[in-house]
């Protein structure tokens, strides 16, 4: 099911195992499924290591992003000007 997820939705499944299999996916895609598929748990530390609307603007562009609503280069445009925006206002 995973692997027919892979490849319907174009997204990485929660089951990897077969995505090295599929002969219609990038190597790209394959190595970042068994990258994922290898941690042994999630690590989700931008809103402790982050001034929290950068955090905000990271975890909610990676979404944009994964959804297809905003290409990897818009999310870094706006996390880059929520940045900007958060330094500005700490200097003041």
Avoid: C
């Avoid at 603007?57 to 990897?72: I, Q």
Wanted: proline share 3%; net charge negative; hydrophobic share 50%.
């Amino acid at each position: 099911m995973g692997q027919l997820y892979a490849k319907m939705r174009g997204s990485i499944p929660s089951n990897a195992a077969l995505v090295p299999e599929m002969t219609d996916a990038t190597e790209q895609f394959k190595w970042v499924a068994q990258d994922i598929a290898s941690l042994s748990a999630s690590y989700n530390v931008l809103d402790v290591a982050l001034e929290a609307s950068v955090a905000e603007a990271y975890l909610n562009m990676g979404v944009e992003v994964l959804n297809r609503t905003k290409t990897p280069e818009e999310a870094m445009q706006f996390i880059r000007e929520t940045a900007l925006a958060a330094k500005a206002k700490m200097a003041s």
